[in-house]
């Protein structure tokens, strides 16, 4: 018999992290998934069901990741979706917010990986969450457009050093049934889309698998969006 998959998703108690989640534990996967705090975490967990355990992680706290991910004995899978929607400009330049998601997306990310990729097996495979701002900044997007950039590098300097682990980006644009996106007013952005809606959490949850899964995949940034990037 086959060993089950685990997949571990930090970032996975809400928006797109959570539906990695939950369809991996409607698969039968045994899933970690991630927050911040603990109690909600294990709720999260309880609420997806299966084989699927919720644990606390700050990735804005790198030096604190090796206890935090220590019980994790196992990985076959790794999805790094945790966000901050850092808006900042220069002309009103917060540097706590700035430093936070410099630190979860770039510093957390690596020394998450740093740790557990020697759990992994060598067709282990990760999907590092960044996002369309690197390409399409917006007034407000100072430290995300900046942080997203980075991503695109992480992952090609990951996919090389890992290798033959797979390591790959994701940067969904405006997912319209996210969380964050529900209940605003998105008909200029539905208009300036091609395919006429704009991308959901199903999308994204699917390209992430497609990541996970397929073999030829390796460093690289796939886009979500429904085309606007063309528009």
Not at 84 to 100: F, L
Not at 163 to 172: K, S, T
Not at 191 to 217: C, H, I, K, Q, S
């Amino acid at each position: 018999m086959a060993e089950r998959t685990t997949l571990v998703v930090i970032g996975g108690t809400s928006g797109i992290g959570r539906e990695v989640a939950a369809r991996a534990a409607g698969r039968g996967e045994t899933v970690i998934l991630s927050g911040r705090d603990a109690e909600h975490a294990k709720q999260v967990a309880t609420e997806i069901g299966g084989d699927t355990t919720g644990i606390a992680v700050d990735l804005a706290k790198p030096m604190q990741l090796a206890d935090q991910l220590a019980g994790i004995d196992r990985v076959n899978h790794l999805v790094l979706a945790a966000i901050s929607r850092d808006e900042n400009t220069v002309g009103t330049y917060d540097i706590a917010p700035a430093v936070d998601l410099v630190l979860m997306k770039l510093v957390g990310n690596t020394q998450a990986i740093h740790l557990l990729r020697p759990r992994m097996p060598d067709d282990g495979a990760i999907v590092v969450f960044g996002g369309q701002a690197y390409k399409m900044p917006y007034p407000g997007s100072t430290t995300v457009s900046t942080v997203n950039g980075g991503v695109v590098g992480l992952v090609h300097s990951l996919a090389t050093e890992l290798a033959p682990v797979r390591v790959n980006g994701i940067h969904p644009g405006i997912i319209g049934d996210s969380p964050y996106w529900a209940g605003k007013n998105l008909s200029l952005a539905i208009d300036r889309t091609p395919l006429g809606r704009l991308a959901t959490m199903t999308d994204v949850a699917e390209a992430v698998e497609f990541l996970l899964r397929n073999r030829g995949m390796n460093g690289e940034s796939l886009n979500i969006d429904g085309g606007r990037q063309l528009t």
